[in-house]
């Protein structure tokens, strides 16, 4: 069982930089690919980015590509997603979430564990 807390969002212009923040509970955290979704009204949910247990993989949407930077500490149970020349069509609700036993995942059906989100807005 993992639990997830997303922390770090807000109101940024555009252009500015956000760094957002999952935590994870549990032990194992390490084991587990985890990934940064987003979702705005009357969209479905998208995939933004993700990284593979080790770190040494990471993916992203090509939306944000060369935009955002995801990493993590598995030291410290937690991965960030680095938001940088934020466009207001970023704005969204961001939710982190993981995986056990996936390489990589692009899909949220993919996923097992889900944070509660935080809001991100980017003003024009």
């Known amino acids: 069982q993992v639990q997830l807390v997303e922390s770090g969002g807000g109101l940024v212009q555009a252009g500015g930089s956000l760094r957002l923040s999952c935590a994870a509970s549990?032990?194992?955290?390490?084991?587990?690919?985890m990934g940064w979704f987003r979702q705005s009204p009357g969209k479905e949910r998208e995939f933004v980015a993700g990284?593979?247990?080790?770190?040494?993989?990471?993916y992203y949407a090509d939306s944000v590509k060369g935009r955002f930077t995801i990493s993590r500490d598995n030291a410290k149970n937690t991965v960030y997603l680095q938001m940088d020349s934020l466009k207001p069509e970023d704005t969204a609700v961001y939710y982190c979430?993981?995986?056990?036993?996936?390489?990589?995942?692009?899909?949220?059906?993919?996923?097992?564990?889900w944070g509660q989100g935080t809001q991100v807005t980017v003003s024009s």
């Open positions: 979430a993981a995986v056990a036993g996936k390489f990589s995942a692009r899909r949220g059906a993919e996923y097992d564990y």
């Open positions: 549990g032990r194992t955290f390490s084991r587990y690919t």
């Open positions: 990284i593979t247990w080790s770190g040494g993989t990471t």
